[in-house]
Structure formats: structure tokens, C-alpha cells
């Protein structure tokens, strides 16, 4: 009898102080890169593009050629600002990963927390979130 206690204790301590592998998972759906810079470049870069197509359209539809080179110019820079105009709107609306019960700012409010899909393992679905 004297043996089991110890034993008992040794194993229960075993179990409780092994570590967890904790995972974590946010139900976020976003459209686009999760990289804030890489989507910021390819709206610039799609939008120099379109600036570039739609300038040298109109040069070409443009019946004096003095000023083909200043259309084409300046519509590119133009579609470049746009692109990253568009690109900061679309990373800085994103919508933020919630959780069921949320404390912000010292105030608790509760959300719906949806389920998500972890590659083989199942289900996951965040519960607590803390903001600071």
C-alpha cells in the first residue's frame, strides 16, 4: 500500500505534465493572398496593367499622334494609383476572425463562431478570443 501512493501520484503527475500539441485555427474566409503586401502588389501591378491597356486603346483610337506616348504614360501611372488605392481598401476591409465569446476592450460580446476544417483532424471552432 505504501508503494501504490507514490505510484498513483508519479503517474497522474506523468499525464498532466506531458505536453499538449495545441493547434490553432481561425474561421476567417478571405479572398486573396493572407500576405497584406502580396495583395497590395497585385492590385498595383493588375492596376498598372489596366492602365496600360486601357491608354494604349485610346492612343490608338486617337486620331492625332503628338501626344500617343503622353496618353499611354499617364494612363499607367493613373491605373497604378488606383491599383494600390485598391489594393490597401481591400487588405484594411478584411474581415477579422471572430470567436463565440470575445472580450474587447474589458467588454465581453458573443458572436457566432463557426465551425472550420482542419486537414485530418476534423473540426475545429475557436470558442474565446481576448483583444487588446
Known sequence: MTRLVPMLVMTVLAFVARPV???AAVNVERQGAENPVIEIAKSTVYGGLAGLVVGGA???????????GD?????????????LGYGIY?????????ALLEFR??????HAALPAP????????????VRF
Open 105 to 110: 476592450g474589458g467588454a465581453a460580446s458573443l
Open 90 to 98: 481591400q487588405v484594411s476591409n478584411r474581415p477579422q476572425p471572430t
Open 58 to 68: 485610346i492612343a490608338l483610337a486617337s486620331d492625332s499622334n503628338d501626344n500617343d
Open 21 to 23: 500539441a495545441l493547434h
Open 118 to 129: 482542419v486537414p485530418g483532424r476534423g473540426m475545429t471552432m475557436r470558442l474565446v478570443a
Open 71 to 83: 496618353i499611354v504614360r499617364w494612363s499607367f501611372i493613373g491605373g497604378t494609383f488606383v491599383g
